[in-house]
């Protein structure tokens, strides 16, 4: 119950930033095609796998807890790092350009 109640506001707070954001510069936007694919099938297995009676309770917890850790490391991979990574990358090329300006 509190885990889905979590998930939901997490999912609202989502779609508000994702209203903010609307119109911003294309050069800007992350492609969030595969978090949002991995957060409904994550949702999804967790709605069937809580609703089956044979499952112990503790396998339950367990597969909330990796399914919602798999979740954070997709969306953090796709918001956060993939920036960092073009940014090392610009960085080095903006170095490259200034050094061969100064030779």
Request: proline share 1%; aromatic share 14%.
């Amino acid at each position: 119950m509190i885990s889905s109640l979590f998930n939901f506001v997490i999912l609202m707070l989502e779609v508000v930033l994702s209203y903010s954001i609307r119109k911003v510069e294309n050069k800007f936007k992350e492609a969030l095609a595969l978090p949002a694919y991995v957060y409904t099938i994550y949702i999804l297995l967790l709605y069937v796998v809580g609703n089956q009676n044979e499952i112990n309770v503790v396998i339950k917890d367990y597969f909330d807890i990796v399914g919602t850790i798999l979740n954070t490391i997709v969306i953090i991979y796709y918001l956060f790092i993939i920036k960092f990574i073009e940014m090392i990358k610009v960085s080095k090329e903006d170095k490259i350009r200034t050094f061969v300006r100064v030779m």
